[in-house]
């Protein structure tokens, strides 16, 4: 376990709460402090709800356990708004990792279970329906050959913005 979550985990059993308790207390979800706490980085306003649970200084948080190589506190509004479209990103692809490897095993217990069954293909194919909204979501596909598309392409291979 990381430092990191150790730290939280531990702030938190001291005062002798389960994770649903400070999810309660934060405002937040359950599965958010079971994510923070496993080491995925937090959202800055997550991190602030769980300083006023603890009655800390927000800073120590960030000081104290180095959730992020980046000073959230320095970016602009667009600036975090993009940091979080890339952690989206991230999720996504450990997403898509888990299913890559899981999906094989799926298969083989489902043929061990019954050789003449399938419910691991069906297992597979809700999970992959998933996984393909979910990239829907975060490449924001109703723009992926709009307006816009154009643009971006001319821009990125040209290497600079273009005023038209």
Do not use: C
């Amino acid at each position: 376990m990381s430092r990191k979550s150790t730290t939280l985990r531990t702030r938190r059993l001291e005062k002798g709460w389960s994770q649903l308790q400070l999810a309660e207390f934060a405002g937040l979800s359950l599965r958010t402090v079971q994510r923070i706490e496993k080491g995925h980085t937090p959202t800055i306003e997550s991190l602030k709800a769980i300083a006023a649970v603890f009655e800390i200084n927000f800073n120590e948080l960030i000081d104290g356990n180095q959730f992020s190589s980046i000073d959230e506190t320095k970016l602009s509004a667009e600036e975090l708004d993009q940091l979080e479209h890339i952690r989206e990103v991230q999720r996504f692809i450990r997403d898509l990792i888990a299913f890559a490897v899981m999906a094989p095993f799926l298969f083989l217990l489902s043929w061990l279970d019954n050789p003449t069954g399938n419910w691991g293909l069906w297992v597979v194919l809700f999970w992959g329906a998933y996984l393909a909204w979910e990239a829907f979501d975060v490449f924001d596909a109703r723009d992926f050959f709009g307006k816009g598309w154009e643009r971006r392409m001319l821009e990125k291979r040209i290497g600079r913005k273009i005023d038209l």
